[in-house]
T-cell receptor, first 116, second 113 residues
Framework: GAVVSQHPSRVICKSGTSVKIECRSL??????MFWYRQFPKQSLMLMAT?????????EQGVEKDKFLINHASLTLSTLTVTSAHPEDSSFYIC????????????FGSGTRLTVV | AQSVSQHNHHVILSEAASLELGCNYS??????LFWYVQYPGQHLQLLLK??????LVKGIKGFEAEFIKSKFSFNLRKPSVQWSDTAEYFC???????????FGKGTRLSVIA
C-alpha cells in the first residue's frame, strides 16, 4: 500500500532557529500534499495544501512566511518552521494523495517539534 | 465550508461492551466520509471510508459505520471492544477529490479490563 515517510519524528530546537520537516511518498507520486498541525488533545488542523510545482495554499491564520512549504517533486514536500518560538511547539503531520484518486489519503507518522 | 462534530470527548468502556461514537457533519452536498484511528504513539490509520453505495460500511478490526444522509451522521460502531481498541478516533469529511480532509476533534476511547 501507499506509504508516506515523515522525518524527523522528534526535534528539539532553540528559539529563533529554523527547522525543516520532510514528507516523502515512497511508492507513489503525490501530486498533492497536506500539512496539518495537531495540538494536544485536539484535532488535526489543516495548515496548507501544496501541489507539486506550484505555491502552497495556506489556510486562514497560518503565516506563510513562517511556515515555508516546498513541493518541488512528486515525492517530496518540506515544511520549514522559520524563527521558531515556543508557541510553535506542536505535532506536525503530512498527508499525501496520488493524482485525483482521493481514495488514497496517506498520513506520515508525524513530527513532534519542541522549541525551547 | 464543511465541518465535523464528534460529540464524545472521552469514552470509557469495559472489554466486550458495545461501542458507538457519534459523528455529524455540516455540508449540504455530496460528501466522502472517513474514520481514522490513532493508537498511542502511532500515526493515523484508516479504519473505513464511505463514498457511495451501501450506507453501512465495514472496516478493519470489526468496525463499521453507517451513513445516514437525513441526519448528516456517520457513526462508528463495534459490537464488542477489546483493550487493544484504546485509541483516539477521528471522523473526517471531504467533498471532492481536490479538497483536504476536515477532521472532527476526536474521541478518546479507553477500554478497561
Amino acid at each position: 500500500g501507499a506509504v508516506v515517510s515523515q522525518h524527523p519524528s522528534r526535534v528539539i530546537c532553540k528559539s529563533g532557529t529554523s527547522v525543516k520537516i520532510e514528507c516523502r511518498s515512497l511508492d507513489f507520486q503525490a501530486t498533492t500534499m497536506f500539512w496539518y498541525r495537531q495540538f494536544p488533545k485536539q484535532s488535526l488542523m489543516l495548515m496548507a495544501t501544496s501541489n507539486e510545482g506550484s505555491k502552497a495554499t495556506y489556510e486562514q491564520g497560518v503565516e506563510k512566511d513562517k511556515f515555508l512549504i516546498n513541493h518541488a517533486s512528486l515525492t517530496l514536500s518540506t515544511l520549514t518552521v522559520t524563527s521558531a518560538h515556543p508557541e510553535d511547539s506542536s505535532f506536525y503531520i503530512c498527508s499525501a494523495r496520488a493524482g485525483t484518486n482521493f481514495y488514497g489519503y496517506t498520513f506520515g507518522s508525524g513530527t513532534r517539534l519542541t522549541v525551547v | 465550508a464543511q465541518s465535523v462534530s464528534q460529540h464524545n470527548h472521552h469514552v470509557i468502556l469495559s472489554e466486550a461492551a458495545s461501542l458507538e461514537l457519534g459523528c455529524n457533519y455540516s455540508y449540504g452536498g455530496t460528501v466522502n466520509l472517513f474514520w481514522y484511528v490513532q493508537y498511542p504513539g502511532q500515526h493515523l490509520q484508516l479504519l473505513l471510508k464511505y463514498f457511495s453505495g451501501d450506507p453501512l460500511v465495514k472496516g478493519i478490526k470489526g468496525f463499521e459505520a453507517e451513513f445516514i444522509k437525513s441526519k448528516f451522521s456517520f457513526n462508528l460502531r463495534k459490537p464488542s471492544v477489546q483493550w487493544s481498541d484504546t485509541a483516539e478516533y477521528f471522523c473526517a469529511v471531504t467533498v471532492s477529490g481536490n479538497t483536504p480532509l476536515v477532521f472532527g476533534k476526536g474521541t478518546r476511547l479507553s477500554v478497561i479490563a
